[in-house]
């Protein structure tokens, strides 16, 4: 593990985004379709990462994509993701998705996904990236967790 008083904070690469859900973005049932969700998370970890590390960055996996609740017409999608923790050349970004009725203002946790990100170079080969620096007791737990995530997805590999 690394030392957590050194790196870049957890809060410069928090992102949100928010969109109105359409009918051309659901299907039969009037939920947005989960393909359309996976491409709001891909983009937003993408964001996430890119401002962690300032370089271009690729998905190289999704470890976890958990769908809790559907997302339904006329509802807005709300977005929020931020590094857990960097290794050489990838970093852990966890991504939240909620459902937020705009007329009574109930939130729904809908979606939670894990995605490693990889920086590269111009010639998309891969490239050191700063360390994260956890602040809040949250961040510290995510932090941790993600190293062992980090071991166990190493140990798929082999």
Same mark, same amino acid.
């Given at each position: 593990m690394t030392d957590l008083t050194t790196g870049i904070p957890v809060q410069q690469s928090r992102t949100f985004l928010t969109d109105l859900v359409f009918p051309p973005d659901t299907n039969h049932h009037n939920t947005i =379709?989960?393909?359309?969700v996976m491409a709001y998370v891909d983009k937003i970890a993408c964001i996430a990462a890119m401002r962690h590390c300032r370089k271009p960055?690729? +998905?190289a996996s999704s470890d976890s994509f958990d769908f809790l609740a559907p997302?339904? +017409?006329g509802d &807005?999608?709300?977005l929020e993701a931020y590094v857990t923790c960097a290794h050489q050349t990838s970093?852990? %970004? =966890? %991504?939240?998705?909620?459902?937020?009725n705009l007329l009574t203002g109930e939130k729904q946790l809908t979606a939670r996904a894990f995605l490693t990100m990889l &920086?590269?170079?111009e010639d998309g080969k891969p490239i050191p990236v700063p360390q994260v620096q956890p602040e809040t007791e949250e961040e510290k737990r995510?932090? %941790?967790? &993600?190293?062992a995530r980090y071991i166990e997805r190493k140990n798929k590999r082999i």
């Amino acid at each position: 593990m690394t030392d957590l008083t050194t790196g870049i904070p957890v809060q410069q690469s928090r992102t949100f985004l928010t969109d109105l859900v359409f009918p051309p973005d659901t299907n039969h049932h009037n939920t947005i =379709f989960g393909g359309k969700v996976m491409a709001y998370v891909d983009k937003i970890a993408c964001i996430a990462a890119m401002r962690h590390c300032r370089k271009p960055v690729v +998905t190289a996996s999704s470890d976890s994509f958990d769908f809790l609740a559907p997302i339904k +017409t006329g509802d &807005a999608i709300n977005l929020e993701a931020y590094v857990t923790c960097a290794h050489q050349t990838s970093m852990e %970004v =966890f %991504v939240k998705v909620e459902r937020e009725n705009l007329l009574t203002g109930e939130k729904q946790l809908t979606a939670r996904a894990f995605l490693t990100m990889l &920086a590269i170079d111009e010639d998309g080969k891969p490239i050191p990236v700063p360390q994260v620096q956890p602040e809040t007791e949250e961040e510290k737990r995510q932090y %941790v967790q &993600a190293q062992a995530r980090y071991i166990e997805r190493k140990n798929k590999r082999i």
